[in-house]
């Protein structure tokens, strides 16, 4: 060993620790955390898509990784998950509630890995959807990968909107409908007071209901 340079056999405290604990370690893995984050010089376009696109890919598959994790979680940890996990995670509530939804949709068989949104947000506004909804998203190729969050949003309100007509479709049509037996039941009521009309008003009745 004389000659050599004694901080390339340094062994770090972190690293010393793992290997007391019989861990294996990686001796190549700190100076891949850096190299991983660096980036080379590309010389064309489709380099450039290319590497973006690899990058944006490992991405999507951590969040969907990170879900799974919130799930299993939250089945081993039941009864501490809220009070002592959610708080430490470096996002809040609703965002571990989006992860967890889209994972689950996933390993349940309602969306592919392979038609997974790159962002969770969108993918959350695909898992979501009703049933017969998702079939309609899957008709109009809004269960993509490069699917936009505002494609999502904008199906979803036409959806809405298309709901809300229906609804004043059917008030209206039931307006029609009470306004006619109101028409037929005020008829009929002067038809019986034309023929019992002076044993109605002897009794009392018609003057009380006539005011």
């Known amino acids: 060993m004389t000659g050599q340079d004694p901080k390339r056999w340094a062994v770090s405290k972190t690293r010393s620790v793992a290997l007391s604990r019989g861990a294996i370690v990686d001796v190549e893995t700190e100076r891949y955390q850096v190299l991983s984050n660096s980036i080379r010089d ?4 489709v380099e450039v898509v290319e ?3 690899k990058l944006w890919k490992e991405a999507q598959e951590k969040f969907l990784a990170i879900g799974r994790y919130l799930v299993r979680a939250k089945e081993r940890f039941h009864r501490t998950f809220e009070a ?6 470096p ?6 509630y989006q992860l967890r939804a889209v994972a689950m949709a996933v390993d349940e068989g309602l969306l592919l890995e392979e038609e997974l949104p790159n ?10 959807l009703p049933a017969d909804h998702m079939q309609l998203a899957r008709k109009e190729n809004l269960v993509r990968r490069d699917v936009l969050r ?23 049509q039931e307006w029609r409908h ?13 038809e019986i007071e034309g023929e019992i009309g002076p044993k109605l008003r002897e009794s009392g009745l018609l003057g009380r209901e006539g005011g």
């Open 91 to 96: 996002f809040g509530k609703g965002v571990a």
């Open 150 to 172: 505002r494609e999502v949003e904008a199906f979803k309100a036409r959806l809405r909107l298309g709901s809300d007509s229906d609804k004043e479709a059917r008030l209206l």
């Open 119 to 128: 962002s969770y947000a969108t993918a959350y506004q695909l898992v979501t």
């Open 51 to 53: 590497e973006i696109g």
């Open 42 to 45: 590309l010389t064309s376009e």
């Open 178 to 190: 009470l306004r006619s037996e109101m028409t037929r039941m005020g008829n009929r009521l002067a």
């Open 84 to 89: 002592t996990i959610l708080p430490q995670l």
